[in-house]
């Protein structure tokens, strides 16, 4: 691993990025305790009102995806990397003034994370595609495992921080902080200077958005490994983002022990994204998606241990082992995914990889709520990790998913 960030240290631009990713996800760390919380906290609030916001967070990114996709390939990832980090950041930061200035109602909150929604569908596709820019590919899946390990650093340090912000002064604050990653982070990504499609003339050269949202669907569709685990993963996903975003933090106030062993659990499940990129970097399998795959299940009996729910410190034990398998699967999905498609498409394809891993997302948070209102949160709990299991173990069954293998090596028996 020295030798890898040796090498790759010395590579400016990867520098600056590894140093925005790890900064913006310190503010990532703080955010789920702190929306989580403060809307549990205020007058009238409940389950349901926790699922109107974090829906309407997760509702644009899927609607704007394909957009967002189309407008990294054209007018530079970088550039829209940092202004969508840069405007997030006044976004982010009114939500945490109206809590701070007790004008937080659930209406406002849910037009803030709308709008920061959007401007995580231009970003997502945007930051897939730009580390093929920065660092050549026999270092890509180094790369992905340093930028995995800073930007889980950084999610684990904030969710400390968040845990601590939240119980001592409120939400507000951590709000606000989180805000401030983001600006400091979009600045850093906007001193790239990578060149963009305007700059170099190449956008005449472009077809219509149209024709270009077609071919990145035929990059996407032809490669039926990307298929199946994108199905997979919407319905993960789903489980996920219901049980992150809502089910979890209401286990927490109602069960266990508030924001003090929610920052506990995600403190542990950072901490296992790390040990995740750690493993990474040390292992090269033949077949990378059997693996991948092969380890996310354990995701699924986490949310059965909090279902239960068993004592925090089991719960931070099935977080950390999460943590682990969602790092690992990341690393060997993204090396194999920048590795296989092609570079010019990277952002159009991984934004229909990203749209349909996340479909279902806001169903999930919208129904998380209540449907737990309706039959409890451990019920519901109980019925999004056995789908995630299902799902998870659903994907090892394509012979496209157990038999890719890294691009090097199919090179190397041509």
């Not at 990713?21 to 310190?26: E, P, Q």
């Not at 990532?28 to 699922?51: D, E, K, R, T």
């Not at 286990?251 to 995740?276: H, P, S, T, V, Y």
Request: net charge neutral; hydrophobic share 55%; glycine share 10%.
């Amino acid at each position: 691993m020295l030798h890898d960030l040796k090498t790759l240290w010395k590579i400016k631009r990867f520098r600056v990025l590894l140093t925005a990713r790890t900064l913006s996800n310190i503010g990532n760390g703080m955010s789920p305790i702190a929306m989580a919380f403060g809307v549990l906290s205020l007058p009238g609030s409940n389950a349901s009102s926790l699922s109107w916001v974090t829906a309407s967070h997760m509702v644009p990114i899927v609607l704007f995806l394909l957009l967002g996709g189309v407008v990294a390939d054209r007018m530079g990832r970088a550039r829209v990397v940092g202004y969508a980090d840069i405007i997030g950041s006044f976004v982010v930061a009114t939500s945490g003034v109206l809590f701070l200035t007790d004008q937080a109602t659930v209406p406002l909150l849910c037009v803030n994370a709308f709008v920061f929604g959007v401007l995580n569908a231009l970003w997502w596709p945007a930051f897939a595609g730009l580390l093929p820019e920065v660092v050549p590919s026999e270092s890509l899946q180094a790369a992905n495992s340093i930028v995995g390990l800073g930007t889980n650093i950084g999610f684990t340090l904030g969710a400390t921080m968040g845990a601590a912000i939240v119980s001592t002064v409120g939400p507000g604050w951590a709000i606000i902080g989180d805000g401030l990653t983001f600006l400091i982070a979009g600045i850093l990504v906007l001193q790239l200077q990578l060149p963009t499609k305007m700059q170099t003339g190449e956008i005449e050269k472009h077809p219509a958005m149209i024709s270009q949202l077609r071919q990145g669907w035929s990059e996407f569709y032809s490669r039926k490994w990307i298929v199946v685990i994108v199905i997979c993963f919407a319905f993960i996903n789903m489980c996920f983002e219901g049980f992150l975003g809502v089910l979890a933090p209401v286990q927490m106030k109602e069960a266990l022990g508030g924001a003090r062993d929610m920052g506990l659990m995600l403190f542990a499940f950072g901490a296992g994204n790390i040990g995740g990129v750690l493993v990474s970097l040390r292992l090269k399998p033949k077949h990378p998606l059997i693996v991948a795959m092969g380890v996310m299940p354990i995701v699924g009996f986490w949310m059965l241990g909090a279902a239960v729910p068993f004592h925090i410190g089991v719960l931070m034990i099935l977080a950390f082992v999460s943590g682990i398998a969602m790092d690992l699967f990341f690393v060997m999905w993204m090396t194999m995914f920048q590795t296989h498609v092609p570079e010019e498409a990277l952002s159009r394809v991984s934004a229909y990889d990203a749209l349909g891993s996340t479909v279902f997302a806001p169903f999930g948070l919208f129904l998380a709520g209540p449907i737990a209102h309706w039959i409890g949160t451990s019920e519901t709990l109980y019925i999004a990790g056995v789908i995630a299991i299902v799902m998870a173990c659903a994907a090892l069954f394509n012979k496209d998913v157990r038999r890719l293998e890294p691009i090097n090596e199919l090179v190397n028996v041509d």
